[in-house]
Structures are given as C-alpha cells and as structure tokens.
C-alpha cells in the first residue's frame, strides 16, 4: 500500500491484513486456518508450517500485529492473560529470584507465590512507586523486575524508565502487564522494557468474548527464548480465538477513545459527589502518579475506582445501578462494575487488602461505550442510597 501507516490506529487496522492473503484472495480478513497439521512438500524440505501448536498463520497474523503495535520484534499468542504471564515466568531457573510490584493482579500474585515457589524461584513484594524501596530489595539472585502500571484496583503509577534503569543497573530483565493502558497508550518497550504482556481478554479483545493472552519481546533472542516455552509448554492461543481477538484489535482506537473519555467525565463526576470519599483515576490531576503517568502514556484509560463509606453503601449501590453488568473483567464495550473485597482479591487476608487500600467500600468501574450521560444519570440514581441503608450491620 502507498501510503505510510505510522500512525497506531491505523496499524490496528491494517497490521495483520498483510499476512498472506493479499496475494492470494484480496480477502479483507485473515483466513482461520483450521488445521492442527500441514502437508509437507517435499521429503527433505518442510514449509513454514508443520503442526498448529508450534505455529498457526492465523495465530501468526495475530503475533506480528501485536509485535508491531507494541514496536517489538516477537509477538507470542497464549491461551489466557496467565498463560503469557506463566510463561513468561518459566524463563527463570531454580535459585532466581523476582521482585515484583505489590499491587499485581491477583492471578498474578497466587502464580508467584504458589507456583514458582514450587520450582524454588523466589520473590519480594515491594511498593514499586518508591524507586528507593525497589532498589534496595534487589538481591544478588533478583533476575527479573515484575511491573503493573496503572495498578489493579486502586490505579497506583509505576515510574517505568526508573525502574528500567534500576533494573539495567544490575543486570535484571524487566517484564510490564500492560493491560490497563494497551500500545495504544503506552509503549514499554519503548522505555526499555523486556518484554511486555497481556490480558487480550480485556481491552484488546473489548467485547467479553475471548480469553487470550500476549507476550512481545524487545529482541529476538528473549523471542526466540519465549517461542521455545509457548512451544514446549504448550499454551497457545487457537485459530478461532486469534481470528477474533484480530477484530477486536482492529477497533480498539475507536473504543479506548471513546471509554477514556468517558471515564474521565464519570471520575470527575464521582470526585464531585458528596458520599464519595475518594476517586482512583489517573486522569485526575492531584492523583499522586498523574504527573509520572502524563509522562509515559498517551492516554489514563477506562478503569477507575472510588471509595463509598462503607460494605452496606456498597451492597446499596449495586443493588441499585441499572447500566454496567456487575462483574469481574473490564475492557468490554459493556461497563463493568467490580467489588474488589469479593472478586479480584478475594483471595487476600482482609488485613493485607486493606494496607493496599482495598476497603469494604472500594468499586472498581470499567467504563464502556454506553452514552457518557446516560452512565452518569444511573450513577446518580445509584447514590441516593437511603441513610438507613448505609448503617452498618
Ligand atoms: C485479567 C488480567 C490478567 C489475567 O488475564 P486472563 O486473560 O484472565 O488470564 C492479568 N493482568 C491483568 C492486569 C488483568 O486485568
């Protein structure tokens, strides 16, 4: 094609158009190519493809989309947002060591402490918005530097180059969940990140149809490490699956657009509102990481959260709102709204989630394409909850 396709919205478009089919159909979308195995064509020289878990061109035109959206040289398409993350992990070895942002989500979090400590790999948890404090939680065994930025639930920014320096400082890898911002709004690999993942099932994917995971690595070697574990391990994502997820990519621009704008109407909205103590969003200017976020990403996103007084305004205004479907997930086209205490964090002693201020009164709203006034208007509605309703029991 003439023309020069820079711009990220229009590679979401136009990325993984390119694989096989102009040549062949003209077809505007990639084939879903069904088959687990591929003839060979010869007794001593095989084709690109032999059998499906090894690679997929459909799975292919979703790894090279997500490699190039993200500026990275190997994309890798996984079964789950875990199945990445999980794999990712399995380039440690018996003896390492990962520090880790004490915020990450929760699979995350039951991965590394219940999983990797089987196979000896060992962690710290640490406040990764203090520079200092990571620093000084590295070992001489620390091989990697876990990053989630914004954080889940409660939005907490992560200063990625510092981070990054400190890592290169002393020889670790540095991995960052971008699942909150997508390339869209924020390129990790750009700021020195080694590799970047993801939850696709979220906003890359938009409609709550598919759980898919992604990884992109910053060079070909880590790419070549990471393919020998997709392989090996065997987690990948199907050709259905990826055909669907290279829709979802295709509209992502349009709808992140759209969710952040409203989010950030909805979070002044809520910060505006008598009965809410306090708004997460990193949109919002006296939010402790606006100024870091501002820096390294395009855009704060659609996922904010906001504190009621206490678990029976919260049971009130869940009972109440009529619009967002009340869920676990975020990224949908749909808004979502969350109850932290019971679902992410369920797992969580109440003392540990509340040091991450995860209080009985936290909501976490994923903000969709419903019209920005009508989403407003049912907040409204939502928090007149009766003071009766508010006592707690
Ligand atoms: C959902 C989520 C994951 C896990 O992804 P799955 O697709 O559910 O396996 C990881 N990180 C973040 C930030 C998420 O929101």
């Given at each position: 094609m003439g023309f020069n396709k820079?711009?990220?919205?229009t590679k979401l478009i136009h990325a993984s158009s390119n694989v096989d089919i102009e040549q062949k159909t003209g077809a505007v979308n990639v084939p879903i190519y069904l088959s687990?195995?591929?003839?060979?064509?010869?007794?001593?020289?095989?084709?690109p493809f032999?059998?499906?878990?090894?690679?997929n061109p459909t799975r292919q035109a979703l790894?090279q989309t997500?490699?190039e959206?993200?500026?990275?040289?190997?994309?890798?398409?996984?079964?789950?947002?875990?199945?990445?993350?999980?794999?990712?992990?399995?380039?440690?070895?018996?003896?390492?060591?990962?520090?880790?942002?004490?915020?990450?989500?929760?699979?995350?979090?039951?991965?590394?402490?219940?999983?990797?400590?089987?196979?000896?790999?060992?962690?710290?948890?640490?406040?990764?918005?203090?520079?200092?404090?990571?620093?000084?939680?590295?070992?001489?065994?620390?091989?990697?530097?876990?990053?989630?930025?914004?954080?889940?639930?409660?939005?907490?920014?992560?200063?990625?180059?510092?981070?990054?320096?400190?890592?290169?400082?002393?020889?670790?890898?540095?991995?960052?969940?971008?699942?909150?911002?997508?390339?869209?709004?924020?390129?990790?690999?750009?700021?020195?990140?080694?590799?970047?993942?993801?939850?696709?099932?979220?906003?890359?994917?938009?409609?709550?149809?598919?759980?898919?995971?992604?990884?992109?690595?910053?060079?070909?070697?880590?790419?070549?490490?990471?393919?020998?574990?997709?392989?090996?391990?065997?987690?990948?994502?199907?050709a259905q699956?990826s055909y669907t997820l290279i829709q979802?990519i295709k509209t992502?621009?349009?709808?992140?657009?759209?969710?952040?704008?409203?989010?950030?109407?909805?979070?002044?909205?809520?910060?505006?509102?008598?009965?809410?103590?306090?708004?997460?969003?990193?949109?919002?200017?006296?939010?402790?990481?606006?100024?870091?976020?501002?820096?390294?990403?395009?855009?704060?996103?659609?996922?904010?959260?906001?504190?009621?007084?206490?678990?029976?305004?919260?049971?009130?205004?869940?009972?109440?709102?009529?619009?967002?479907?009340?869920?676990?997930?975020?990224?949908?086209?749909?808004?979502?709204?969350?109850?932290?205490?019971?679902?992410?964090?369920?797992?969580?002693?109440?003392?540990?989630?509340?040091?991450?201020?995860?209080?009985?009164?936290?909501?976490?709203?994923?903000?969709?394409?419903?019209?920005?006034?009508?989403?407003?208007?049912?907040?409204?509605?939502?928090?007149?909850?009766?003071?009766?309703?508010?006592?707690?029991?």
């Amino acid at each position: 094609m003439g023309f020069n396709k820079d711009q990220l919205e229009t590679k979401l478009i136009h990325a993984s158009s390119n694989v096989d089919i102009e040549q062949k159909t003209g077809a505007v979308n990639v084939p879903i190519y069904l088959s687990s195995t591929f003839h060979q064509e010869s007794f001593d020289h095989f084709g690109p493809f032999d059998y499906s878990r090894s690679g997929n061109p459909t799975r292919q035109a979703l790894e090279q989309t997500i490699a190039e959206l993200e500026g990275g040289v190997r994309g890798l398409a996984f079964a789950s947002g875990m199945a990445a993350i999980s794999s990712a992990f399995m380039l440690l070895s018996a003896g390492d060591h990962v520090l880790v942002s004490e915020d990450v989500y929760g699979g995350t979090y039951r991965f590394i402490t219940e999983v990797l400590t089987k196979y000896e790999i060992d962690h710290t948890f640490v406040n990764m918005t203090d520079l200092n404090e990571t620093a000084s939680a590295i070992q001489p065994n620390t091989k990697v530097i876990y990053m989630e930025t914004p954080s889940n639930p409660c939005l907490n920014i992560t200063d990625i180059e510092g981070v990054v320096k400190v890592a290169k400082a002393n020889h670790c890898l540095t991995f960052l969940d971008n699942t909150f911002m997508t390339p869209l709004y924020q390129k990790p690999l750009e700021l020195g990140v080694d590799i970047v993942l993801h939850s696709a099932t979220k906003f890359l994917s938009g409609h709550s149809d598919v759980i898919a995971g992604l990884a992109v690595t910053r060079n070909a070697e880590l790419g070549d490490e990471l393919a020998f574990i997709q392989n090996s391990f065997g987690s990948i994502l199907g050709a259905q699956d990826s055909y669907t997820l290279i829709q979802g990519i295709k509209t992502l621009g349009a709808r992140l657009k759209q969710s952040s704008e409203s989010a950030e109407k909805v979070a002044t909205y809520l910060h505006d509102h008598p009965l809410i103590e306090e708004v997460f969003y990193p949109g919002l200017t006296f939010h402790p990481g606006h100024s870091i976020h501002a820096r390294q990403s395009k855009g704060s996103g659609a996922v904010l959260s906001f504190r009621l007084p206490n678990k029976a305004a919260a049971k009130a205004f869940v009972e109440q709102i009529r619009l967002p479907i009340f869920a676990v997930s975020l990224g949908g086209v749909e808004s979502i709204l969350s109850y932290p205490a019971t679902m992410s964090h369920a797992a969580m002693p109440k003392q540990e989630r509340e040091k991450r201020g995860i209080t009985d009164g936290l909501l976490r709203l994923s903000v969709g394409l419903e019209h920005v006034e009508d989403l407003i208007a049912d907040l409204d509605q939502a928090l007149k909850i009766p003071h009766h309703q508010m006592e707690l029991v």
